[in-house]
């Protein structure tokens, strides 16, 4: 890994931590943190109740800079990762699916964007 990619790691593992205290606040209990697969990585797994929630976190200086880094490219590489984690993790196949967003800013509170986007085959 170069250096510039684990300074961006160690960046995004940082803006989890805020994310999770965020969701478990809105009753949340943080299943993964940075679950990752050969075929792409999640920045947290949640649950409530009967939904789960495949969360990608993003920190940038603006929460509006934050909204508009993730790719199409990112998000098809979570929604390989997610459907690696539901096979590995059966029992959970039967809640509710969905890809959330936290976005991260200095002196901001975290934005939950909720069902930020759909993969076609986990809609539930």
């Known amino acids: 890994m170069t250096q510039a ?3 961006a790691w160690l960046r995004g ?5 805020p ?3 965020f969701l478990r606040r809105k009753g949340f209990s943080i299943l993964e943190v940075d679950y990752r697969t050969p075929v792409g990585e999640i920045d ?6 009967d939904l789960l929630a ?3 976190v993003k920190a940038r200086p603006t929460l509006d800079q934050a909204r508009h880094a993730i790719t199409a490219r990112q998000r098809q590489r979570i929604i ?3 459907e690696v984690y539901l096979q590995r993790n059966p029992r959970l196949g039967k809640l509710d699916t969905r890809f959330d967003v936290v976005l ?4 901001r509170w975290p934005r939950h964007i909720v069902d930020a986007w759909r993969a076609v085959g986990m809609d539930r």
């Open 5 to 7: 990619r684990r300074l």
């Open 54 to 56: 495949l969360v990608e």
């Open 104 to 107: 991260i800013a200095p002196g």
């Open 19 to 21: 994310a999770a205290w």
């Open 13 to 17: 593992r940082a803006a989890a931590r």
């Open 80 to 82: 390989r990762a997610a």
């Open 44 to 49: 947290l797994i949640a649950q409530r109740r």
